[in-house]
């Protein structure tokens, strides 16, 4: 009774983790918390089924459209970057909810409000164990785990994942130790349009293909973020994939169901004040 | 840095490159919803139709409609320009053109009390035709009543475009569409369990839900379950669970095109459909729908509030036509279009009837009061407007399922049973507005 939803709630985990991963790389090599991402993931899903609807090959479709949003994201990266370099981190953030209702607008502009199916091949491939798993699922799933371990060794094993973890600690230091600062941002803004690209189209095929939807997808994904504390990408896994479960259990019932969309706030919630249950020891003992 | 900026770039445009010339193509063999008209720009019969352009003073015309913000209703006020074209290039109203513009209200219902406060203030401006707002009916009445301006509105959603004074749709709106479906799963020996599906919106979605089961309570009919949803859910796996579980023989989705295609998709990855008839409202009736929800919907049903665009007809001729000849190729060929042109052409041959040398608000609200028993192909039923704070002329409408992935006649017009009709259909004799 319950597994379907488990299923589903993992699915969906998994999709805000890998999202989220995207971001975190961002943030952690530039600083940058980029609100635009969902709407990365939104042009990238748009432009594959504009793709598909011209009868191109879907596949060569879906890399397009993950291509432009890769393209995209570095070009914000090699526009804005030097000027977000020299600002306070929420002045960053703010900077990106530009690009994301520029985006939005040129969707919207773009696209009619008619309705919309990004229905991968995958989508209809599938099986029975209790409850019906389809294979987009289990790219999901897998692919949000691979990224997230995959991401942990390059940060720590190649030169170039160590100079992004430089970067994070102190920029200006990392600049002195001959590290080109520029050159790493610009890569970590690429690997974060790509992986914004991806999750768009997922997300897509397993929530609803709406510009706006896709656009505001973010909120749920930084929630993730939180509970990975803006550093841990396995915390990020395990935060979005709380949250997706979660929130699709609270959805089985109706008592909780009308609550389930608070779900990211409320898992959000909870880890910062336990996060935070330190300090308050402290003071209380420093009284 | 520049260095890998620049191959950054070269690789980007090379794999772009590649993308481009080795896209094979897929084959089209989608079948296209949208029949074009067949009558030449020259013969198109609009207004007095003696092909000569009209030159006197210009009477004009405006509308709202909600065109941006994530929804888009304008191709109600597009066909309704389209029409008052053509009739300027046949002789205009007596020889006197029509100047007709329509506004966005962007879905903010601030924006639409403005601009009909600026309409009912602006004397020069005698009538509204072919409006399309999708939150601001309300707000848009008070202001209309205030200065006696009246609307002949293409498209109402919301209970408050059903409920005005001074607004008189030409479609059906959603609550008739969905009960008009309960109708006919009633007839076609469906509606043992049915499962209604819908949003949860204020004025709207929990109208329509309320109209489902008036009707089901007065007809014996078993709703087993009721799902308004939020309108950013994205989770449809609960609800295909409960209608699952429910032991539904059929379902009504309330919910717009694209919603609906999502909650489809999942019904599909999930294999759910069973054995239960699945329909959508009105809101589901559009070209693109039948290709975009794919094989697995075939025989899907939806209802549609004014003739099926592909059907013969001579109004229906004559908008596809005028479409052709006046309008952008990319302006919708749809529902909503429809209810445009024919909010327009009964607004045109209204105002014939005038003196022209005596239009002015005052006549014009008059003639389009005095607008009954409109007979239309593009109808099931005449329609009228009247002096009323309730307008619901049409509320009778048809059915269409999905066939090779595009939408074919199901039933002939079905009459509402609504129960909250009732007052309406008593005017409907006692003044004499129909027949």
């Known amino acids: 009774m319950i597994l379907p939803f488990i299923v589903a709630g993992l699915v969906l985990g998994s999709l805000y983790a890998l999202s989220g991963v995207g ?36 596949v060569l479709a879906y890399a397009l459209g993950i291509l432009v949003a890769t393209a995209l994201s570095l070009l914000f990266g090699f526009l804005a970057g030097p000027f977000l370099a020299t600002v306070t981190t929420l002045t960053k953030a703010t900077a990106t909810l530009g690009l994301a209702l520029i985006l939005l607008g040129v969707m919207l502009f773009a696209w009619n409000d008619k309705a919309r199916t990004l229905r991968l091949a995958t989508d209809t491939m599938g099986f029975t164990i209790g409850t019906r798993i389809t294979v987009t699922q289990i790219i999901c799933l897998v692919l949000a785990t691979v990224i997230v371990v995959g ?41 974060s349009g790509t992986l914004a690209g991806f999750s768009g189209i997922l997300l897509s095929s397993q929530t609803r293909l709406e510009p706006v939807f896709l656009t505001f997808i973010v909120i749920p994904v930084l929630a993730a973020v ?41 898992v959000a919630t909870i880890v910062i004040l336990y996060l935070q249950r330190r300090k308050v020891v402290t003071i209380e003992v420093a009284r | ?84 074209d053509c009739v300027n290039d046949n002789g205009g109203i007596n020889g006197r053109p029509i100047d007709y513009a329509y506004q966005d209200d962007q879905l903010d219902p601030t924006k639409t009390a403005q601009l009909a406060a600026g309409y009912a203030a602006d004397e020069n401006v005698v009538g509204l035709v072919g409006d399309a707002t999708f939150i601001g009916c309300d707000v848009a009445n008070a202001e209309y009543a205030k200065g006696d301006l009246y609307s002949i509105t293409g498209v109402g ?26 109708q006919w799963l009633e007839q076609e020996g469906k509606a043992d369990a049915v499962f209604q599906v819908g949003l949860n919106t204020q004025g709207n979605g929990d109208w329509v839900a309320a109209g489902i089961i008036e009707y089901a309570e007065a007809n014996g009919i078993n709703i087993v379950g009721t799902e308004l949803t939020a309108p950013d859910e994205s989770n449809w796996l609960p609800l295909i669970q409960k209608i699952k579980d429910s032991g539904a023989t059929s379902v009504i989705i ?128 005449p329609w009228y407007y009247g002096e009323a704070d309730e307008h619901n002329a049409n509320h009778s409408t048809r059915t269409a399922v999905i066939e090779n992935g595009v939408f074919e006649k199901l039933t002939d017009c079905i009459d509402s049973g609504d129960p909250a009709l009732a007052s309406i259909l008593d005017r409907e004799k006692s003044e004499g507005l129909v027949g």
């Open chain 1, 23 to 58: 971001m975190l790389v961002l943030y952690r090599t530039t600083g940058v918390l980029n609100f635009g991402y969902g709407a990365l993931g939104a042009i990238a899903a748009m432009l594959a089924w504009q793709f598909v609807e011209l009868r191109m090959q879907p």
């Open chain 2, 254 to 381: 309330v919910d717009p095109g694209p919603i609906t295609a999502a909650i489809l998709a999942a019904v599909e990855q999930q294999d759910a459909r069973g054995d239960i008839t699945w329909t959508c409202t009105a809101s589901c009736y559009d070209a693109q729908f039948g290709s975009q929800v794919g094989p697995y919907w075939e025989g899907f049903v939806v209802n549609s509030e004014l003739q099926l665009v592909t059907n013969a007809g001579d109004d229906n001729e004559l908008w596809k036509s005028v479409m052709d000849a006046y309008a952008a190729d990319d302006a919708p060929r749809d529902t909503f279009s429809q209810a445009g042109f024919l909010a327009a052409k009964m607004f045109t041959d209204a105002l014939l009837e005038l003196d022209p040398a005596d239009i002015s608000r005052e006549t014009v609200s008059q003639a389009m009061l005095g607008i009954t028993n409109y007979d239309s192909d593009l109808l099931c039923a």
């Open chain 1, 151 to 191: 991401t942990s060794i390059y940060l720590r094993r190649s030169s170039t994942g160590t100079a992004m973890r430089a970067l994070a600690s102190d920029r200006e230091l990392a600049a002195m130790l001959g590290i080109r600062v520029r050159r790493v941002e610009l890569i970590a803004w690429t690997v």
């Open chain 1, 226 to 266: 939180v509970v990975g504390r803006f550093r841990s990408l396995v915390g990020t896994l395990a935060g979005g994939l709380v949250i997706g479960v979660v929130q699709a259990i609270a959805s089985a019932f109706p008592a909780t169901s009308p609550f389930s969309n608070a779900t990211p706030f409320l």
């Open chain 2, 157 to 182: 959603v919301p209970q408050a475009c059903f409920t005005a004074s001074n607004i008189a749709p030409v479609n059906a709106g959603p609550r008739q569409s969905a009960i008009q479906l309960l």
């Open chain 2, 1 to 84: 840095m520049t260095a890998t900026t620049a191959r950054s770039v070269l690789a980007l445009s090379v794999a772009a490159l590649l993308a481009a010339t080795l896209a094979a193509c897929v084959p089209d063999d989608s079948g296209n919803g949208n029949a074009g008209g067949s009558t030449d720009k020259d013969d198109l019969q609009c207004g007095l139709a003696n092909g000569e352009a009209a030159t006197g003073d210009p009477i004009q015309i405006g509308a709202i409609a909600t065109e941006s913000g994530g929804v888009d209703f304008s191709s109600s006020p597009k066909a309704a320009a389209a029409y008052f």
